[in-house]
T-cell receptor
Framework: GESVGLHLPTLSVQEGDNSIINCAYS??????FIWYKQESGKGPQFIID?????DKRQGQRVTVLLNKTVKHLSLQIAATQPGDSAVYFC??????????FGAGTTVTVRA | SQTIHQWPATLVQPVGSPLSLECTVE??????LYWYRQAAGRGLQLLFY??????ISSEVPQNLSASRPQDRQFILSSKKLLLSDSGFYLC???????????FGSGTRLTVV
């Protein structure tokens, strides 16, 4: 569910290393999941999505893994770059009208 | 693909003044529309959503209201702003949740 009142978890990663961002979702009936990236002062941008009939999907430098058994979603970023510094949100579809967003993780890339 | 126009980018308003934020959508018809608020360093809080003209669902009781006078226009309003209304307001649209949301660039509202 929403965690709008909480400070966001953080992840610090060395430039060039791989990043893994984790997310626990709430609804076992959710069948569609999305990762968003939000840079400071901007709206969230779509990164990658996955449907519940898959457990892995790859994009450019990003991979999303879905474990329905434990209701866990992860985003892997390969060879993290300074431009990857942002807040990352996972989202699950709750019903026909709404997505539910996770709390978000702030990723900081160290040079 | 969908494009969302949201304005203004920043806004400073005194307590007690009215508010009107507008969002328009291009590239799709009959979208679901959403207003979110984000406090600094916090997550996304859904305020309102709309599945059609004149249809508004409110997620949290508050000092704000929303309207959808046209298919691709979504307006967030307040008659009298409170200090607690400060935040980053985001409009989003979706052709359906199977396609995710497209977000606007947001409005940074500071109530003083």
């Amino acid at each position: 569910g929403e965690s709008v009142g909480l400070h966001l978890p953080t992840l610090s990663v060395q430039e060039g290393d791989n990043s893994i961002i984790n997310c626990a979702y709430s609804n076992s009936a959710s069948d569609y999941f999305i990762w968003y990236k939000q840079e400071s002062g901007k709206g969230p941008q779509f990164i990658i999505d996955i449907r519940s009939n898959m457990d892995k999907r790859q994009g450019q430098r990003v991979t999303v893994l879905l474990n329905k058994t434990v209701k866990h979603l992860s985003l892997q970023i390969a060879a993290t770059q300074p431009g990857d510094s942002a807040v990352y949100f996972c989202a699950e579809n709750l019903n026909d009208y709404k997505l539910s967003f996770g709390a978000g993780t702030t990723v900081t890339v160290r040079a | 693909s969908q494009t969302i126009h949201q304005w203004p980018a920043t806004l400073v308003q005194p307590v007690g003044s009215p508010l009107s934020l507008e969002c328009t959508v291009e590239g799709t018809s009959n979208p679901n529309l959403y207003w979110y608020r984000q406090a600094a360093g916090r997550g996304l809080q859904l305020l309102f959503y709309s599945v059609g003209i004149g249809q508004i669902s409110s997620e949290v009781p508050q000092n704000l209201s929303a309207s959808r006078p046209q298919d691709r226009q979504f307006i967030l309003s307040s008659k009298k702003l409170l200090l607690s209304d400060s935040g980053f307001y985001l409009c989003a649209c979706a052709a359906g949740t199977d396609y995710g949301y497209t977000f606007g660039s947001g409005t940074r509202l500071t109530v003083v």
